[in-house]
Each structure stands twice: as structure tokens, then as C-alpha cells.
T-cell receptor, first 111, second 113 residues
Framework: SQKIEQNSEALNIQEGKTATLTCNYT??????LQWYRQDPGRGPVFLLL?????KEKRKERLKVTFDTTLKQSLFHITASQPADSATYLC??????????FGSGTRLSIRP | DVKVTQSSRYLVKRTGEKVFLECVQD?????MFWYRQDPGLGLRLIYFSYDVKMKEKGDIPEGYSVSREKKERFSLILESASTNQTSMYLC????????????FGPGTRLTVT
């Protein structure tokens, strides 16, 4: 089945360092990948979309890459801050035109 | 700003009750979605709708139905609530063909006892 997989283990990073989160997809070739941020008890908020023909996309301190050979997207937060602590979700559209989400990676930035 | 609102933040219902969860968006989006979110399972799509009076099953439609009589409103119905439907329910909307960003509501935490 078509899947999006994210590292379910929490990621703990020292403030100021770069956080890197991974999203792997299997059994299909998505035309794009999206990244969302979710805070506890709230709905996800869209951050970035990257298309399959884009290698990299940036928005302020955020950077997303898309490697169709590795079937992977990486999400980077540079100069991380405690306010960046949240769960980050990867999502895409399957070949059946349904939206599928990864289970998310919880990121904690310690001061 | 796009706003998606859900009728309740917290809801407690008894087994066998009929439950209505309402979602309203104010940006004239064509597409609306209902998800449930459970620890370790992520977001799972229950139903979605690309137009008024139109609905499509998602990955886990069993035990649920939906209604979309107006463009801005998408309702999720649990015909006979069961304890395994205790979850966080999230509504979302998007423009276009569902390719682009989804705007989520705050979620409804439903507990079925």
C-alpha cells in the first residue's frame, strides 16, 4: 500500500542548532509533498509544499528538499528556537487522489 | 485569513448515541475533509467532498456518514457511537483539486463512554 513514513521517535535539539526531519514515501511517486506543523490540542498548520521537479524550497528559517531517487523529503529548521517545538507532519496525495499523512515527528528544542 | 470552525472542542457521548460534528469554512473552498487522529496512527481520512452534495469515502469510512448541503458546511455523523470512535476529529478545507494546502479546524475531542 502507499505510505508516508516519518520517524516516530521524538527529536531533541539544542537551541540554535539545525533540526532535520525525514519523510519517506513508499509504493508510489507523489507529484508533491507538503509539510505541516501541529501544536498540542490544535489542528495542523500548513508550512511548505515542494513539487517533484523542485529539489529545494525555502521559507525564512525553513528548508525542504525532495529526492525522488531516495524517495525522501527532508525538512530543516535552521537556528532552531524553543518556539519551534511541535509535531511536524508530512503529507501528499496518493494515486487514488486521497490525501495521506505521515504520523508526524515530535520536535523539542531545549534552551 | 481562512477560518475553519468546528462546533465543539470537547464532546462526551454515550455508546449508541447519534453524534453530529459540524464544520464550517469561510473561504468558499470547494474541498472539505474529515480526519480522525489517534496516537501512533497519525491523521486518517474518513470522508471528503469536492462539491456540494458530493462525498467520497476515505480510508476509514465504516461507522461514519457525512452531509454537505451547503458549500461552506460539512457534517460528520456517527450513526451509533462506539467506544472505538473515541478520538480527535479534525475538519479541513482546501481550494482547487486538493493538491494544495489544507486549512484545518481546531479539532473536536470526542469521548464515547
Amino acid at each position: 500500500s502507499q505510505k508516508i513514513e516519518q520517524n516516530s521517535e521524538a527529536l531533541n535539539i539544542q537551541e540554535g542548532k539545525t533540526a532535520t526531519l525525514t519523510c519517506n514515501y513508499t509504493n508510489y511517486s507523489p507529484a508533491y509533498l507538503q509539510w505541516y506543523r501541529q501544536d498540542p490540542g490544535r489542528g495542523p498548520v500548513f508550512l511548505l509544499l515542494i513539487r517533484e521537479n523542485e529539489k529545494e524550497k525555502r521559507k525564512e528559517r525553513l528548508k525542504v528538499t525532495f529526492d525522488t531517487t531516495l524517495k525522501q523529503s527532508l525538512f530543516h529548521i535552521t537556528a532552531s528556537q524553543p518556539a519551534d517545538s511541535a509535531t511536524y507532519l508530512c503529507a501528499s496525495r496518493s494515486s487514488a487522489s486521497k490525501i495521506i499523512f505521515g504520523s508526524g515527528t515530535r520536535l523539542s528544542i531545549r534552551p | 485569513d481562512v477560518k475553519v470552525t468546528q462546533s465543539s472542542r470537547y464532546l462526551v457521548k454515550r455508546t449508541g448515541e447519534k453524534v453530529f460534528l459540524e464544520c464550517v469554512q469561510d473561504m468558499d473552498h470547494e474541498n472539505m475533509f474529515w480526519y480522525r487522529q489517534d496516537p501512533g496512527l497519525g491523521l486518517r481520512l474518513i470522508y471528503f467532498s469536492y462539491d456540494v452534495k458530493m462525498k467520497e469515502k476515505g480510508d476509514i469510512p465504516e461507522g461514519y456518514s457525512v452531509s454537505r448541503e451547503k458549500k461552506e458546511r460539512f457534517s460528520l455523523i456517527l450513526e451509533s457511537a462506539s467506544t472505538n470512535q473515541t478520538s480527535m476529529y479534525l475538519c479541513a478545507s482546501s481550494d482547487g483539486g486538493g493538491l494544495y494546502e489544507q486549512y484545518f479546524g481546531p479539532g473536536t475531542r470526542l469521548t464515547v463512554t
